[in-house]
Nanobody
Framework: QVQLAESGGGLVQPGGSLRLSCTAS????????MGWFRQAPGKEREGVSC????????YYADSVKGRFTISRDNAKNTVYLQMDSLKPEDTATYYC????????????????WGKGTLVTVSS
C-alpha cells in the first residue's frame, strides 16, 4: 500500500538549514506530483512546495521562495526539501503528500499524507 515517511526535522537556530526527506513506498514517485505542506500551531495547513510528475517542474510559496528547494531522487523513491536561511516563522510540522492522479502536474488534490516531522526554528 502507499506509505509516506518524513524525516529530518529538528531544532535549528535562525539562519540555519535542515533537509527534510520523504521516503515513499507502494508507488513510483516519478508518476505523481509530490508536495510539502506545513502547519504551525493554531494555524491552517499551507502548501510550501510542489514538484510535478515527469519533468519535475517545481513550485514554491512566496514565503519560502529563494530559501527552500524541493527535489526528487527516483532511484531512492524519495523527495527532499532543502530549507536554508530558516526563520522562526518557519516553525511547523511539515508533511509530505502525494497527488491523487498519475501524471499529475500540480499539488491541488492530494490523496496520501505522511505523519509529519516537526521543525522548530529558535535561538
Amino acid at each position: 500500500q502507499v506509505q509516506l515517511a518524513e524525516s529530518g526535522g529538528g531544532l535549528v537556530q535562525p539562519g540555519g538549514s535542515l533537509r527534510l526527506s520523504c521516503t515513499a513506498s507502494g508507488f513510483n514517485l516519478d508518476y505523481y506530483a509530490m508536495g510539502w505542506f506545513r502547519q504551525a500551531p493554531g494555524k491552517e495547513r499551507e502548501g510550501v512546495s510542489c514538484i510535478s510528475s515527469g519533468v519535475g517542474s517545481t513550485y514554491y510559496a512566496d514565503s519560502v521562495k529563494g530559501r527552500f528547494t524541493i527535489s526528487r531522487d527516483n532511484a531512492k523513491n524519495t523527495v527532499y526539501l532543502q530549507m536554508d536561511s530558516l526563520k522562526p516563522e518557519d516553525t511547523a510540522t511539515y508533511y509530505c503528500a502525494r497527488a491523487d492522479s498519475k501524471g499529475s502536474y500540480f499539488c491541488d488534490n492530494m490523496e496520501y499524507w505522511g505523519k509529519g516531522t516537526l521543525v522548530t526554528v529558535s535561538s
